[in-house]
């Protein structure tokens, strides 16, 4: 279907909901006639923002509102007479009023807030103060467990990425590309892929397959906030098995002046007295450009109703690598030979660019209405990597193909000439084209009692993964080398000697390997269609209890295309290699191995010289079967929820409660080729390779489907203790969904055993019960100490080679009457687990210390993880024994400001980790090295709304580093050097 149909299809429902919202509104409310109200915003004064969440009250009444999104409160039903009135909020110095409410009249009463520590600069202080304290309000204010931080709250990091500002809460653990950049987020131990991160409460096109989020492809700039909720609640998807990430918009009706303009122009450098590899030192210099655009106006006659938004980024995130990769003979005996040892240097610059429109429009005080679109441009143009490996036979010997002499030491090894003894250089030059897009409708209501929001949306990706304009990955390999690894002075760089065989610094020597040259050409395109509705309804009793309930319809849609090629060398001499291309490799071990540049063999996707090149075009045609494939899943839920207090006065006035259940059905799809039972032979495929693959895949077309649907229960209560401290216990369940992959069909069939292994897409999620407890102390200004504990007990492991039934004797089996009598192997749900943990984390701003320690500020908090279980499998894993499990993460952020000088230090820690587990072998295990990131910053307040800073990224080149079985064995170091970012941001 086209877009623009599909589209106006979708945008019938959201349409006819708001024409019907607005048609709700011109009726009268139905409400006495001599009831009074107060209504009005509360504001900080220092940044012009008006504050959600800030606290209200009567105390003559004990009735208590917290504003909402934009900063607005209303008491409504009031009887004429005079009332005290108070507005709190984190931070910021309370304010007592006294105001009389004549019969039928609503007065109005704004409260602009402020506190004297906005002295020391109105405009730095105030808006990173006041980020601390929106997180403090919202969190104290929940009565489930959840972290909140202002995107803002940590100052301008170097790339602005919505990753860097999750890896700095308490429960979040991340995972980093090889050049540097976060691209994963886990929460609680559990991998990125079980957990669900939404764009303002809307699944975002862009997770794949896996259902990874990734953080690096959007700004944190285009948000306002990020909410990371621990315990789930009904009314938001139960698809978390650690918990859920929202990123939050501002609403631009949420600001008291007119107009504002913001703005960050930055260059991100590698400074030549810093160690960088070769691309990089040839683009040392990269620019960050933020600019944002808010105004309020007044529409129909209405004031300040109309709020719009638009914000802009471009950045160029240039990072440089250096690794060096070994693997060790299987033992945890010393000494160890190491059989294969491998460097490379890689240059990537991920460019992204994006923009997002918010337009938000308060059709009557009772009604607000809400535009999002945004559109994010993320491109990896040319990523560069050059590989060289050396490896030998696993065997000790002196004769045949034996490769390890014997007499190695557990610091150096040597190699004979055997044939087995290789160096393979590995030039890769590929692209990554990312656009993804966003559009939804929704809107809000209060009638009285009762409340209504909807929204409707629509997101898109396409994905390209190529060569670029010219690239391609070429393999040249030479054979019979001996050579000697000397790790004695460097176990980084050690010293590499050759000893016996052709010389391997000669190009003339290499030769490309069988189907050495190959291209991609892939294309994803994913889309996600939401619709969801909620109802919240004030029970007319005496304590404040609601009734809620919602649903929610999403269809999630992944198709796969792939145009793959490789060819096969046909010259008689060596291919001629670039010169120009200087390595580590010789400037640092002076082993001056040749490299080649795959853009002089392939140009536009086009060979440069076709004669030299055979294609496998039976590869190329088989791809265009195994390549493409298509998967959708389709969500339906409900929930039903109560919430409220328990009592209106005393003890109970203070007990807080959550209880509900949620309802999601979900439905799968899938279909792509498989191939013939009895596929073509070798010398088929070579002389008819199109007829091959279509008699091998044409006929063979799959289509699979399945549906399960859960219910997933929660309680949460919370209990104010006293003024500061509040206590939080909750139950609640969760799950996190399979891989999207399982719904491509799969056959592999092993004759001799009679077996038939197939994907099940009706493979159920994994399912936690989840336990919550937590104790905060709130104190002024800006502070706040938590202790939380939970335990999670997950069920339904993913297991793999289960029996699940026979292949039907029939010619109309499904299989196209193959395979008959076969048992059926698939992946099934199983096995038990446990997680529990620690979390601790404090923050203050310690405005009561004398002098220059006035301006101090700290953030810092702990995770501790502990986990055992059979994880689906026969035998009792540990903490140290489950793969990606990150047990010690921890973070401090000292902060300090004087006048308009300012400085900031951010550390982030993880310990060590297990990144692969063997039962077989524990010397097989791979570890990662535990890692301190320590990042300093200085800025300087040029004027009030201009700020200068300069910060420096990972300030002592802490390298990712790896370790095979004992600490000794480093089997990976990945070191992407140091940067340093200078920044100026103003607002006006």
Not at 219 to 236: H, I, N, V
Not at 298 to 317: H, M, P, T
Not at 560 to 576: F, K, V
Not at 684 to 707: E, F, H, L, W
Request: aromatic share 10%.
């Amino acid at each position: 279907m086209p877009l623009p149909a599909l589209l106006s299809r979708f945008c019938r429902l959201p349409c006819a909901l708001l024409l019907a919202q607005a048609c709700a509104t011109a009726l009268p409310a139905a409400a006495p006639a001599a009831s009074g109200a107060i209504t009005g915003w509360v504001s900080n004064a220092a940044t012009g923002n008006l504050l959600p969440g800030a606290t209200v009250q009567l105390p003559a009444l004990g009735a208590v509102e917290h504003t909402d999104d934009t900063g607005r409160y209303t008491f409504g039903a009031l009887a004429a007479g005079e009332y005290d009135i108070v507005a709190t909020y984190a931070g910021l110095d309370p304010i007592r009023d006294r105001i009389v409410v004549p019969a039928g009249g609503t007065v109005r009463r704004n409260f602009d807030l402020t506190s004297g520590v906005y002295q020391l600069g109105a405009f730095t202080v105030s808006g990173q103060r006041e980020g601390a304290a929106a997180a403090i309000t919202v969190q104290r204010n929940a009565d489930n467990v959840k972290n909140i931080v202002a995107m803002d709250s940590y100052g301008d990091l170097p790339n602005l990425s919505a990753g860097e500002v999750a890896a700095l809460l308490p429960g979040i653990s991340v995972t980093v590309a090889d050049d540097g950049p976060i691209n994963g987020i886990m929460v609680r131990g559990m991998a990125a892929s079980l957990n669900r991160v939404t764009v303002d409460g809307g699944l975002i096109a862009g997770g794949g397959l896996n259902r990874s989020f990734a953080p690096e492809r959007y700004s944190g700039a285009m948000f306002d906030q990020l909410e990371l909720t621990k315990g789930q609640t009904p009314d938001r998807g139960a698809d978390s098995l650690g918990g859920s990430i929202d990123l939050k918009s501002r609403s631009p009706l949420s600001m008291r002046e007119k107009r504002r303009m913001n703005y960050t122009f930055a260059a991100r450098w590698a400074p030549p007295f810093e160690e960088h590899v070769f691309f990089r030192e040839q683009h040392r210099l990269h620019p960050l450009i933020n600019v944002g655009y808010q105004e309020v106006f007044g529409l129909g006659g209405g004031e300040r109703n109309l709020g719009v938004s638009l914000q802009a980024f471009y950045s160029e995130n240039a990072n440089g690598l250096y690794a060096t990769n070994r693997d060790f003979e299987n033992t945890l005996s010393q000494p160890a030979y190491v059989w294969n040892y491998q460097t490379s240097e890689k240059y990537n610059n991920r460019k992204q660019g994006s923009l997002k429109a918010i337009v938000d429009y308060r059709l009557t005080p009772a009604t607000k209405l809400r535009l999002n679109a945004s559109y994010v441009d993320s491109d990896e143009p040319t990523v560069r990597n050059f590989i060289t490996t050396a490896q030998t036979t696993q065997q000790i010997g002196t004769t045949g193909t034996a490769g390890i002499l014997p007499g190695y030491t557990d610091r150096i090894t040597r190699a004979r000439a055997a044939a087995g003894s290789q160096i393979t250089q590995d030039s890769r030059v590929f692209s990554v084209f990312d656009r993804t897009g966003e559009v939804s409708v929704g809107a809000e209501h209060e009638l009285n009692h009762l409340q209504l929001d909807y929204r409707a949306g629509y997101s898109w990706q396409e994905r390209n993964l190529a060569n670029g304009r010219s690239g391609a990955q070429l393999q040249t390999r030479l054979s019979g080398i001996g050579w000697v690894l000397d790790r004695t002075a460097s176990d980084l760089y050690p010293r590499f000697t050759q000893t016996e065989g052709p010389d391997f610094t000669n190009p003339a020597n290499y030769r490309p390997i069988a189907n050495g040259l190959q291209t991609r050409d892939n294309d994803t395109d994913e889309y996600v269609k939401d619709v969801r509705l909620n109802l919240r309804y004030q029970l007319p009793v005496g304590p404040a209890i609601f009734l809620k309930a919602g649903g929610l319809w999403r269809d999630n849609g992944i198709d796969e295309l792939a145009r793959n090629r490789r060819w096969s060398y046909l010259g008689a001499t060596a291919l001629p290699h670039d010169p120009a291309l200087v390595f580590w490799d010789t400037t640092r071990m002076n082993r001056p191995i040749p490299q080649w540049e795959p853009a002089m063999f392939v140009r536009a996707r086009q060979l440069v010289s076709p004669d030299l090149w055979r294609e496998d075009l039976y590869f190329r045609e088989q791809t265009r079967y195994t390549g493409t494939s298509g998967v959708s899943e389709t969500i339906t839920a409900g929930y039903l929820l109560s919430e409220g207090r328990l009592g209106a006065a005393g003890f109970l006035a203070g007990t807080s409660y959550i209880a509900g259940v949620r309802t999601e059905k979900t439905e799968t799809e899938g279909w792509g080729w498989v191939r013939a039972r009895v596929p073509s032979t070798a010398a088929q495929q070579a002389a008819d390779p199109v007829g091959s693959a279509q008699r091998d895949y044409a006929n063979n077309r799959r289509v699979t489907g399945a549906s399960y649907t859960k219910s997933f229960p929660s309680v949460h209560l919370a209990q104010n203790l006293g003024t500061n401290f509040k206590a939080r216990v909750s139950w609640s369940t969760s799950f996190g969904r399979p891989a999207m992959t399982n719904f491509v069909p799969n056959e592999t069939a092993n004759e001799n055993n009679q077996t038939l292994t197939l994907n099940n897409p009706g493979l159920l999620p994994q399912s936690a019960s989840n336990w919550d407890a937590t104790l905060d102390y709130y104190f002024e200004p800006v502070g706040n100490v938590s202790v939380g504990w939970f335990h999670k007990t997950i069920k339904d492991f993913i297991l793999t080679g289960i029996q699940s039934g026979t292949v039907a004797r029939d010619p109309n089996n499904g299989f196209g009457g193959e395979y008959q009598g076969f048992t059926i192997l698939s992946s099934a749900n199983g096995g038990t687990a446990y997680v529990q943990g620690w979390e601790f984390s404090f923050q203050q701003q310690f405005t009561s210390l004398p002098g220059l320690l006035r301006g101090l500020g700290l953030v810092a908090n702990v995770t501790l993880l502990d986990t055992h279980g059979d994880f689906g499998g026969t035998a009792v894993r540990r903490t140290g024994e489950v793969a990606g499990f990150i047990p010690r993460t921890g973070n401090v952020i000292l902060s300090w400001r004087h006048r308009r000088l300012s400085a900031r230090l951010r550390v982030n820690y993880h310990g060590d980790y297990i990144t692969t587990y063997s039962a077989a072998s524990t010397a097989r295990n791979l570890y990662v090295r535990s890692r301190t990131l320590i990042n300093p910053s200085v800025g300087y307040e040029m004027r009030p709304g201009l700020t200068f800073s300069a910060e420096i990224s990972n300030f002592t080149n802490a390298h990712q580093i790896q370790y095979r079985g004992i600490r000794d064995q480093m089997a990976l170091d990945r070191n992407s050097g140091t940067t340093i970012t200078f920044s100026l941001s103003g607002r006006y």
